[in-house]
Structures are given as structure tokens and as C-alpha cells.
């Protein structure tokens, strides 16, 4: 007799496009839903009729830790809880009142879908659909049909291995899996916008290290833990990282002695930029990924901007380039991030502020402005003394 099981069905969304390499695709989301999924249990997670399965493998398996993993994962556009059991009518009729019971005393009106992907299934798509309607509207009188906008949707699907019963699909992470995009460096700092463009790219699947300047004593070690803790709840969408902790307070009071105080964040910049490069290329990464927006600070003004981009040698993405602060937070407050950014711990970015900042430097000015400082000897040093964290 066919025992009835609850799983999860996972709908790919933009992996679909993918043609000839869409399976490579579909096994790196399953890679990453099988690594997501330890902490909620032993589960069996395979592929078939363009579809991923997850299914518990015993009793301890926690569907509803499940089901919040899975939430998280890059490459699902959707995915829903279902009822699997025998393609037999009058059992799916039955399964669907039972398996939705709470949801059918709970609303007001419903509506029956089918897809029949088994043609050897004896009843089409339609017929189904209007005996299970039938069934539900005998035993929940209370119910009336709404074809156009139901308050439950039921949706029944006749597959190769057995019937799936769930109701309206839950929205899942989107984008892409983790890893098929390639591997990029992430200057990540404590404030609002470094985390938002870090989560922005892991969703087109890359796989993310982090590099993070640190001034002490200037900046503390809770501004440290502070990133630590961005950086754990961005891991939950882009998964584990690696931390690069670059000293900075030497460069930063070389700038403060040498060079005119309107340069000073364009010079610290630039060095960012040389030694986020540096890791960058250690790490095998292919692109830099900054939280910059276009006027949001003086830094951050097109002329500015070239300045530091002068000395990119790989490709520098910035993907809040266009948006406001209120859409930046909005993302921060979707991804939970947004309370510890604001929590009053200064990053290396906020020391040495100066008065009155460059807003339109000119590359020659710049560069003669800081061949004052032993630019080689200042990154070498800074590359001695990075420390790694993993998160």
C-alpha cells in the first residue's frame, strides 16, 4: 500500500533558460541544497521531469527547518510543501481534504488546478480538477469556486512517481546557485550598502570572500564583530566565506601626514582599491564588489569614481550604482541586516573624514598628490599583517 509523504518541490525559475547546460546548473543548486540542508535533517534531494524532490529520509527530518533553508537558496524561483500519494482518484480526493483541511476551513473560496505530466493517468487535467472541486465542495460547504482570485488555491499534479497535492507555490530566493557565476572579492564594511551589494551578487551565483579594512585603535573589535555579523547573515543567502581582515591605520596616518586633507578619502580609496586586488587575486577571484552609489558621498561622484577605478586591473561591480538610499535599506531590512548596520560601531571608511572632500578630482592631481607616500612599501606591509576569518 502506498504510505502518503509530505516533501518539498522545487521550482528552477531562470535555470530553465539555460539549454544545453541546464543540468550543470541543476546540480550545483542541488550541491547547495544538500549542503543547506544538513542542520534540518537527512533528506534526499534528486532531480527528475524538470523538477527537484525534497524528500525526508526519516521522522527526525524537520520539514519546517526544511522549508526556511530552502528559502534562502539562489536558483529557486519557488517551491511548495506537498502530499505525495498514489495516483488513484478517489485517494487523491481524499488526501486533498485531508492534507488541506486548516487551509479549507480557513478560507472562503477555492479553485482546483491540475497538471497531468503522466498522460497514462486515465482522467485529463480538466476532469481531475472537477472531481476533486467536487469533493472539497461536498465535505466544505462553506466553500464556493473562484476561478479568477481564490483565497486557496489547490493544485494537483499527476507525475511518473505518484501524486503531489499543495496548495499556492511560496516565492523562493531567485536568481541563481551559488558557484556558477564565478568568485568575486566583496569590501565590505559596517554600514548599510557593502552587505545589500554583497547579497545583490551572490544572487547571480557567485561565490563570495570578503575583504574588510580595520583601523585600530581608531575602530574597535566590536566594529569587527560587527561586520562578523553582516557577514553570517548574508552567509545564509550566499553560504560560507572567507574574511580578510587588512590593517589599515598605518596607510590611513601616512595620508593624514602627507597629503592635503581634501584628498584624503580618494587616496584611501585607491589603496583600498590596490590591496582589495591583491586578495582579490590570491583568492581566485575574477571581479571586485563594492556598495557604492552614484552622489551618495563625495567619494562616490563620477569623477571620483574614475579616480579610484584608474587603477582596476580586473572588473569592479557596483550593483547599487543607481539606487536610492530608501531602496538599499528596504533590501537591508528583507535580508535582516539593516539593525546591525546601524548599530554605532565606526568603520575605517568614517575615520579621517575630511571637512571639505574632492568632490571633482582630476587623475593627475590625485597621483601627484600621493607620490609623496611609499605607495609599494605601505600595501606590502598591510599584506603582511591581513588575518582570516571564516564565516
Do not use: W
Request: net charge negative; hydrophobic share 40%; glycine share 6%.
Amino acid at each position: 500500500m502506498y504510505t502518503p509523504q509530505e516533501i518539498i518541490l522545487i521550482k528552477n525559475g531562470e535555470l530553465a533558460l539555460k539549454g544545453l547546460n541546464r543540468r550543470t546548473f541543476e546540480e550545483a543548486l542541488m550541491k547547495n541544497l544538500r549542503y543547506r540542508l544538513r542542520r534540518a535533517g537527512d533528506f534526499l534531494v534528486r532531480c527528475a521531469q524538470s523538477t527537484i524532490y525534497i524528500e525526508p529520509k526519516n521522522d527526525a527530518a524537520d520539514l519546517d527547518e526544511a522549508c526556511e533553508c530552502v528559502s534562502r537558496v539562489f536558483g529557486i524561483s519557488a517551491f511548495s510543501r506537498a502530499r505525495v500519494t498514489a495516483k488513484d482518484l478517489d485517494t487523491i480526493c481524499r488526501e486533498t481534504a485531508t492534507y488541506l483541511e486548516d487551509r479549507l476551513l480557513s478560507s472562503a473560496t477555492f479553485k482546483v488546478e491540475s497538471k497531468r505530466s503522466d498522460k497514462q493517468f486515465p482522467l485529463t487535467s480538466p476532469e481531475i480538477s472537477r472531481e476533486v472541486g467536487a469533493y472539497v465542495l461536498e465535505h466544505f460547504p462553506h466553500l464556493r469556486v473562484d476561478v479568477h482570485q481564490p483565497d486557496l488555491q489547490i493544485i494537483v499534479e499527476i507525475r511518473d512517481f505518484g501524486a503531489y497535492i499543495h496548495a499556492q507555490q511560496i516565492p523562493g530566493a531567485g536568481g541563481m546557485p551559488i558557484g556558477t557565476g564565478g568568485k568575486a572579492a566583496i569590501l565590505i564594511s559596517g554600514g548599510i550598502d557593502s552587505p545589500v551589494a554583497a547579497y545583490m551578487m551572490a544572487k547571480r551565483g557567485i561565490e563570495l570572500t570578503a575583504i574588510h579594512f580595520a583601523s585600530p585603535p581608531y575602530t574597535s573589535e566590536r566594529a569587527e564583530e560587527k561586520v562578523v555579523s553582516l557577514l553570517e547573515r548574508v552567509g545564509r543567502y550566499a553560504g560560507h566565506m572567507t574574511m580578510h581582515i587588512v590593517p589599515f591605520t598605518h596607510i590611513q596616518e601616512e595620508i593624514r601626514r602627507a597629503c592635503p586633507e581634501d584628498y584624503f578619502t580618494l587616496i584611501m580609496r585607491r589603496f583600498m582599491m590596490r590591496l582589495a586586488q591583491k586578495v582579490a587575486r590570491q583568492e581566485d577571484c575574477g571581479a571586485l564588489i563594492t556598495g557604492e552609489s552614484v552622489g551618495q558621498v563625495a567619494s562616490q561622484t563620477i569623477p571620483a569614481l574614475a579616480v579610484t577605478d584608474a587603477l582596476a586591473t580586473m572588473p569592479v561591480f557596483r550593483p547599487l550604482i543607481g539606487m536610492d538610499k530608501e531602496e538599499i535599506v528596504r533590501i537591508s531590512r528583507q535580508i535582516d541586516t539593516f539593525d546591525i548596520s546601524i548599530q554605532p560601531y565606526e568603520d575605517c571608511c568614517t575615520v579621517f573624514t575630511p571637512r571639505h572632500p574632492c568632490t571633482k578630482p582630476r587623475l593627475h592631481k590625485v597621483e601627484e598628490v600621493e607620490a609623496v607616500l611609499d605607495i609599494d612599501g605601505l600595501v606590502e606591509d598591510a599584506m603582511q599583517g591581513i588575518r582570516i576569518r571564516r564565516i
